[in-house]
């Protein structure tokens, strides 16, 4: 599975009811056992049973709220990008398959993106990096 763009997604970044600048955006961390769908999941309610645990694991339900988003354009690439989050200390019991962006500043908690890091991610009690990707969070270019 790649990183995708949910189709509601697209719909909430064309129509503008994704404000990145000023509105609070999460990013939750999912479990092996969830199973993605880019047409059907629409808001958070949709993935947060696949949410990875919170008791006692370093992780907070509800996921984490990403700081200084930013949108740029270079040319025809427009992306969205956000500053790294740092988990202080992350248990094995956080393990990890996907993280998911969404709006908690719209009604119904609209989902943006999944993100896949291609593998199962399993923390050890250390600090935990979600580093993004250097093309950014979301990128929109030319077909």
Not at 26 to 45: C, F, N, R, W
Request: with cysteine; charged share 20%; proline share 3%.
């Amino acid at each position: 599975m790649a990183s995708f763009v949910y189709h509601s997604g697209k719909e909430k970044i064309m129509d503008g009811t994704f404000v990145f600048e000023s509105h609070t955006i999460k990013a939750v961390l999912l479990d092996s056992g969830h199973t993605p769908d880019q047409a059907g999941h629409d808001e958070y309610a949709d993935i947060s049973a696949d949410e990875v645990s919170a008791s006692g694991t370093g992780y907070t339900a509800g996921g984490v709220t990403l700081s200084n988003l930013t949108i740029s354009r270079v040319g025809a690439i427009v992306t969205l990008d956000a500053d790294d989050y740092v988990f202080a200390s992350l248990t094995s019991s956080a393990a990890f398959r996907y993280v998911a962006l969404y709006d908690d500043s719209v009604a119904g908690d609209p989902l943006i993106c999944l993100l896949d890091p291609e593998s199962l991610q399993t923390p050890d009690g250390n600090a935990v990096v979600l580093r993004w990707n250097a093309n950014g969070l979301v990128t929109l270019t030319d077909a």
